[in-house]
DNA sequence: AAACAGCGGTTCAAATAGTGAACCAAATGG
DNA sequence: CCATTTGGTTCACTATTTGAACCGCTGTTT
C-alpha cells in the first residue's frame, strides 16, 4: 500500500465510540511499525489532520478535516439539499427517515429525521450501515455498476439477525426487485422488529451517491404500506437526484 | 517534505471559491510532477478523501473528509458547546459574533451569529482570516507561546487595509494589551469600517483552540463601547473555554 | 521496593516506495 | 486546422520509508 494510503487508514481507525487511540494501539492496529505509525502521525499532526492531547499524549483527529469538509460540503451540498425533501419524507409517511452517503464500501448516516410517533424507529447520525442486509444498501447495489455489486458480494457477509440476508442468490434476487421497481425492501435483515424501505440517490455521473431509508416498525408495515413507501421514497430519490445534478 | 506532507498539501489547494481543480492545475500550484500528483491523488481517490468528477475529470474533496468530521465533531463538539454562548453575546452586544478554531496557521470562521440591526457586519462561515490584523488573530498570539508568536511575526505580512499592522512593534504592543486585559481590539484592519473586539479560547491544555470576535460597524463603536463589548467578549471566552474542558 | 510490562518516542542501515522526464491520445481554442 | 494544453502512462533512478533494537518513563504486580 501506498505510504499515503497508511496515513489514512490510521485516520480511518478513529471512530466515533473511540475518538482517541494512544500510538501502540494506533500502529498495532493499522498493522504499522511503531516508528512508522508515528512518522505518519506527525506528517498529519503538521497539517492538523491529527492532534495530540497534550496530557495523555493519544491522539484524535484534528480541526483541518473540519475545515477541509466545510469547503467540500458548501460544495458539493449532499446533505443540505436532501434534508428538507428528507423531512417532508418523513411528515408524508410518518416514519423515520434517513440520509446515506457511500463512503469506503460502506453508506453513512449522514441526515435523521425522526417519526414523530412515540414506536418508532431510532437511527443515529454517523452510523455505519452495510450494503447487504439494509434496505438502503440493497437499493445501493441496485444502481450500482454489475463490477461493483459482484466485488462486493465476493466477500464473506456478516449476518446481523436471523433474517440477515448473506447468500448471493437471495440477495441477488432482492437486487432484482429494487432495479425493477426503483425501491428496496427488507424486514429486521439489520435490526430485530425493523422494516426499511430503500431507494438510491444518483450524482451528476448517473452513479449512486447516497442512500434514503425509511424505516418502520414492523407492526406498521403490510404490503400496501410497503408499496406506497415504495412510490413515496422514489419521488423523493429522484427529487433528490435532480437537485444534485442542478435539474431542479 | 513527506510524501503524506505532500498528499495533504494537494487537499489543501482546495478553497471554497474554487472547490473542483485539474490535474495539470492542481501539480503546478502543490510543486508536483505531474505523475507524483496523480499518484497522490489516486491514494487520497482511495480513501475516499479525495473524488473525481467523471465528466470533466477535475477533481475535488471527497465524502471521507465529511465522515471524519463528523467523528472529530462528535467527540470535541468546539461548535456545538461555543454556539449558545456565541448567540447570546450577540443577543447581549447586539452586534454580529463568530466563533473561529486555529488551523494551519490561520483562524478558520466555524460559526456566526448575525446582528439583528440593519448596518450590520456580515461574516461567512468557512472565511479564512489571518493573525494579524484581526482581532481574533491578535487575541490569539497574546494567549500562544512566545515562540509561536515569533515565529509568525519573521515571516512578511500582508496589509488588508491602509490600517493593517503590520509592523513588530505595532503588533507587539497590540499583543501586550490583549495578554493584559484579556481581550483585543482592532479598527478597521482586516476590512474598511469594521470595528472588533476579539479574545481567546483556551482548551484543556492551556493552549488557545480558537477565537470568538465581536464585529461592529466602526460608528457605533467609541472607547466606552468597546471596553464593554471587551469584558464581556472575555466572560463568553472563559465561559467556552470551561465548557471546553470539563468545568461546567 | 524490586521486578516487570507496557507506554511513547528515537535511531540508522537496509530496502522499498516515490519520483519525474519523456511520452501518448484526446480535448480545447485561436 | 494546427498549436497548445489537458489528463494520463511508463520506467530507470534515487530518495524516502521502514523496523528491529534501543531509550527513559509510568503504572502495576509480586
Redesign the interface.
Known amino acids: 500500500m501506498?505510504?499515503?494510503?497508511k496515513?489514512?487508514?490510521l485516520?480511518?481507525l478513529?471512530?466515533?465510540h473511540e475518538?482517541?487511540i494512544g500510538l501502540s494501539d494506533l500502529a498495532r492496529r493499522a498493522g504499522l511499525d511503531k516508528a512508522t505509525a508515528r512518522?505518519?502521525l506527525m506528517?498529519?499532526a503538521?497539517?492538523?489532520?491529527i492532534e495530540q492531547?497534550?496530557?495523555s499524549r493519544r491522539y484524535?483527529?484534528?480541526?483541518?478535516?473540519?475545515?477541509?469538509?466545510?469547503?467540500?460540503?458548501?460544495?458539493?451540498p449532499?446533505v443540505r439539499l436532501a434534508a428538507p425533501v428528507i423531512r417532508e419524507l418523513s411528515l408524508e409517511t410518518g416514519e423515520t427517515v434517513h440520509l446515506s452517503?457511500?463512503?469506503?464500501g460502506a453508506l453513512?448516516t449522514?441526515h435523521v429525521e425522526l417519526s414523530a410517533k412515540a414506536n418508532r424507529v431510532n437511527v443515529d447520525?454517523?452510523q455505519v450501515l452495510p450494503l447487504h442486509g439494509t434496505a438502503s444498501g440493497i437499493a445501493f447495489l441496485a444502481a450500482s455498476r454489475l463490477e461493483v455489486v459482484s466485488a462486493y458480494l465476493e466477500k464473506p457477509l456478516q449476518a446481523f439477525t436471523a433474517h440477515t440476508m448473506t447468500g448471493p442468490d437471495t440477495l441477488a434476487k432482492a437486487i432484482a426487485f429494487a432495479a425493477a421497481s426503483g425501491y428496496s425492501r427488507s424486514s429486521e435483515g439489520y435490526e430485530e422488529g425493523v422494516h426499511s424501505i430503500g431507494a438510491a440517490i444518483l450524482g451528476?455521473?448517473g452513479?449512486p451517491?447516497g442512500t434514503l431509508s425509511i424505516a418502520s416498525p414492523l407492526s406498521r408495515v403490510d404490503d400496501a404500506v410497503a408499496g406506497a413507501q415504495g412510490q413515496a421514497a422514489v419521488r423523493a430519490a429522484r427529487m433528490i437526484s435532480a437537485r444534485l445534478t442542478g435539474e431542479a
Not at 2 to 5: D, I, L, Q, R
Not at 65 to 74: E, H, M, P
Open positions: 501506498s505510504t499515503v494510503g496515513a489514512v487508514s485516520l480511518e478513529f471512530t466515533l475518538p482517541e512518522r505518519l506528517a498529519l503538521a497539517h492538523r489532520l492531547e497534550p496530557r484524535r483527529l484534528g480541526a483541518g478535516l473540519s475545515r477541509l469538509a466545510r469547503i467540500r460540503d458548501a460544495h458539493f449532499f452517503e457511500f463512503s469506503a453513512l449522514l447520525v454517523g451528476s455521473d452513479q451517491v
